[in-house]
């Protein structure tokens, strides 16, 4: 069904800093008729971390009328996401439609950094898995052994992590193309 949103909330990735994808799942959210029910996505820099997305979530349901939200991100972005979500107290979680997490390293059981936990500390992120427990709809997508989103159970394997490797380098930016 359609909503009518007054926020969308695209939260940027290691790799793209200060921009971040528009396509999700075969809507352009910045095309119309998309843009004319979504509004202009709002990209949160990646630098800004999960503090950055979450005040940007808080900012939109400051404003007047029916808010409506809906934060869409990838990758380290969406790890990121995950982190703000738990962040943001329980009324600013009302008013988001949805959330896609796309590829998402904080996956529980399969995210890049609840997989190789040791490693995030050293690169100023978290190891937290995203929250199961929000009353928020989210769609945590992953690939199959994309490294992102769905990182090998054993980091000794050579082969499973040159898989997943292999599937990051093919098949990143699968959210372009997947339709649900």
Known sequence: PAVELMALITPANSTAQVVAGSTYYGTDYTKPPASTVYGKPQVVPFFLGPEGIANAISDADD??????????????????????????????????????????????????????????????????????DLDV????????????????????NLFSLGNSLAAYAYGYGGEQTAVI
């Open 63 to 132: 404003n007047d009328g029916p808010n409506r939200t809906a934060v869409l991100a990838s990758g380290w972005g969406a790890g990121q996401t995950g982190e703000a979500l738990g962040q943001l107290p329980e009324g600013d979680l009302d008013d988001i439609d949805i959330v896609i997490l796309d590829n998402n390293t904080n996956r529980a059981g399969g995210g890049f950094w609840t997989m190789y936990h040791p490693f995030a500390s050293l690169l100023l992120t978290t190891d937290e898995p995203t929250p199961d």
């Open 137 to 156: 709809p989210i769609l945590d997508v992953g690939y199959g052994y994309n490294i992102n989103g769905n990182a090998p159970t054993d980091p000794l």
